[in-house]
């Protein structure tokens, strides 16, 4: 929604620097970031920048949390614990229709490890993505332990690292498949074992 004079309102002109971050990221890298590039790819004032953030390194960080935010809600992660293809489709759908939310999350990661003001966001990325695998596992009445969701969420990132360099959707596709398949196989196991109770809804609750 735009204000009288025609610019995006406060919302709106946060969100449209933090998507022109995603955008100038994938294509230029870090180095590309500078007020004046982000405010001409989002169309903007470049002392919005300051206004609505204060730094480049705070844009960067919050830009980073809704990075992760549309990933998870785009590639509906928590849909993995159904063990079934619906999941697959959407994370392939997900990133190549938006590969550069994708392509940001990889460059910040980096990026922090030579940068150690941007440490705290990346080990927040990782925290939420595991959770949300916990969720779904969850929801399912399966309570996973950190390492296996730590686990699974390693191997859907390697695998989407190597859609966004090399391609191969169809390689690709059948290992993320396989990854639910060997979820299922933890899961089907772990239920399996001696003493292994059913969680109640007051247990999921």
Do not use: W
């Not at 960067?60 to 509906?76: F, G, S, W, Y």
């Not at 990132?157 to 090399?166: H, R």
Request: charged residues 25%.
């Amino acid at each position: 929604m735009n204000n009288e004079a025609g610019r995006p309102s406060y919302g709106a002109g946060r969100e449209a620097l933090m998507s022109a971050v995603m955008r100038i990221v994938a294509t230029k890298g870090l180095r590309g970031v500078t007020y004046r590039a982000v405010a001409a790819e989002a169309g903007v004032n470049h002392n919005l920048i300051s206004h609505h953030f204060g730094s480049i390194e705070t844009l960067l960080n919050a830009t980073m949390e809704l990075a992760v935010e549309r990933a998870i809600k785009d590639t509906e992660l928590a849909l993995f614990a159904d063990f079934d293809e619906r999941y697959v489709d959407a994370l392939i759908a997900s990133v190549s229709a938006e590969p550069e939310v994708h392509l940001f999350q990889f460059e910040m990661l980096l990026e922090a490890r030579r940068h150690p003001e941007l440490r705290d966001s990346s080990r927040r990325l990782y925290e939420n993505y595991v959770s949300s695998v916990h969720d779904g596992l969850r929801r399912r009445g399966v309570e996973a332990d950190d390492d296996l969701c730590s686990a699974v969420f390693a191997a859907l990132d390697g695998l989407m690292l190597q859609f966004l360099t090399i391609g191969d959707p169809v390689r690709i596709r059948a290992a993320v498949k396989r990854v639910g398949q060997l979820l299922a196989s933890a899961v089907d196991h772990s239920q399996d074992a001696p003493g292994y109770k059913v969680p109640s809804q007051a247990d999921l609750a």
